[in-house]
């Protein structure tokens, strides 16, 4: 039986060895070199674009426990990554163009994967795997978004994400606007002296560079969201923009003084567990340095962790909770999977990690077999149960971080009790994943 994979970066790749190592005929699909996106320009396969690090090889990381995991299944990506790593501290960092030659040679030279050089144009009716990326050529684009509807979207501005547990709640509080719906809302007030110094560090802060394809363009197709302005451009309008906007105390009472901030930031829940939050309306393009130096001036935020910093970029992704099921299958289809950043996955490795699950998903069912669902304790399980669980209305890419697994019982305290705690979360969860393949 053959089956398609579309598109040959990381997902891509990491699909196709997947179903060919379990006999599978594989039609790999790869438009390049015949034709590039606007970022790239090299003509192997899981080309890295943006940077050469695949982020901590500490297993008691979020990103390193997630290689871990795929190591145990089998990950073509991680073994040519340990193959042309070059040093790069507590990261695992390799030569690009000596990683994509690595990932080419291998995934080319399996008997069971044919590769052909050609661009997609169709969608495919049943048996495939969609992993064309983050810039999906507009053929392709076009007839995914007439099949999906208006679940596609093609300009990701989102704002950052913090851990819950990183929350000052001596500070914070939780309360809707004029207490209307309840308190949905966690709350960091501001008094006009903390408002002047945020507001000036946010005015004076250092943005990321933008491509040119990351610019929105309504003469290009792009789909900007409503409301999309990075914070510190609209701050930059003048100094109560942002008071007026975004951080309108109106409605809000701060118990510490029982009185209206002058000023507030809302926070957001990101998750129905409710251990990440998104702080409303902070959309930007801020570098992530400069993201974490100036959101820690929020009060409530001083020791806030990042789950994911605010990005502004061209991405082609689905709304996936209402399109994909935590197998990364499209609802509806016949055996049609997605993988890849275009499944709202962020990050080079979780992009990887959805192509092993899309790919073993698919053979199972090509087999007889029913799907395994990764344990919610595993990184993996947690990234694929975000992308078709969490909220429909508020759906955002998201990278793997330690806030979205389950919380342990113990509590560990004392200057290492993270590190402690993630060390038990990655125990747990490379427990629980090899119990789970044992079946």
């Known amino acids: 039986m053959k089956v398609k994979v579309i598109g040959a970066g990381l997902a891509g790749c990491e699909a196709a060895m997947q179903l060919a190592q379990r006999g599978f005929s594989v039609e790999l699909y790869e438009m390049k070199p015949n034709k590039y996106s606007p970022a790239h320009k090299y003509e192997g396969f899981a080309e890295l674009v943006c940077s050469n690090s695949l982020k901590s090889a500490r297993v008691d990381s979020a990103c390193g426990l997630l290689k871990e995991e795929m190591r145990r299944l089998g990950s073509v990506i991680c073994a040519a990554a340990e193959k042309t790593s070059v040093p790069a ?59 999906c509807g208006d679940y596609l ?14 929350i000052d709640f001596s500070i914070a509080f939780e309360q809707s606007r004029y207490d209307h719906g309840g308190a949905d809302y966690v709350n960091c007030p501001m008094n006009r002296e903390e408002y002047e110094i945020f507001y000036n560090s946010l005015v004076n802060a250092e943005t990321a560079p933008l491509h040119e394809f990351d ?18 451009v609209l701050a930059k309008r003048g100094y109560d923009s942002v008071r007026y906007g975004c951080m309108k105390p109106v409605g809000l009472t701060d118990p510490r003084t029982g009185t209206r901030p ?31 130096r100036v959101f820690s001036l929020i009060p409530g935020l001083a020791n806030a962790e990042f789950a994911r910093y605010g ?13 994909l099921d935590e197998h990364f299958m499209l609802k509806g289809s016949e055996n049609v999977f997605f993988g890849g950043q275009i499944t709202g996955v962020e990050g080079y490795v979780e992009s990887a990690a959805s192509g092993i699950m899309a790919g073993r998903a ?8 029913e799907p395994l669902t990764f344990p919610g304790t ?9 992308v078709a669980h969490a909220w429909e209305c508020n759906f955002q890419p998201m990278g793997s971080n330690m806030g979205i697994l389950p919380p342990l019982d113990e509590e560990f305290r004392g200057k290492d009790g993270k590190q402690r705690k993630y060390a038990a979360l990655a125990e747990r969860a490379l427990g629980d994943l090899d119990k789970a393949l044992k079946r």
């Open 215 to 232: 610019v929105p363009s309504e003469a290009k197709g792009l789909k900007v969201y409503e409301g999309c302005m990075p914070v510190e």
């Open 378 to 386: 595993t990184m993996l399980g947690a990234l694929s149960d975000y």
């Open 311 to 323: 990005v502004m970029h061209r991405n082609t992704f689905l709304n996936s909770p209402r399109l």
């Open 262 to 292: 002058f000023a507030a930031v809302q926070l957001r829940k990101e998750n129905a567990e409710g251990t990440l939050y998104n702080i409303v309306g902070f959309q930007t393009n801020l570098k992530f340095g400069e993201q974490k």
């Open 362 to 369: 698919l053979a199972d069912i090509l087999d007889g077999k």
């Open 153 to 166: 979207s093609f300009y990701d501005a989102a704002a950052p994400i913090v851990t819950a547990e990183s």
């Open 89 to 147: 501290g507590g990261a695992l960092a390799v030569n690009r163009t000596a990683f994509s030659d690595e990932v080419t040679r291998v995934v080319r030279s399996h008997p069971k994967i044919t590769v052909k050089y050609e661009e997609v144009t169709e969608f495919p009716d049943k048996n495939a795997i969609i992993c064309t990326g983050p810039l999906t050529s507009d053929g392709l684009a076009d007839k995914i978004r007439g099949r």
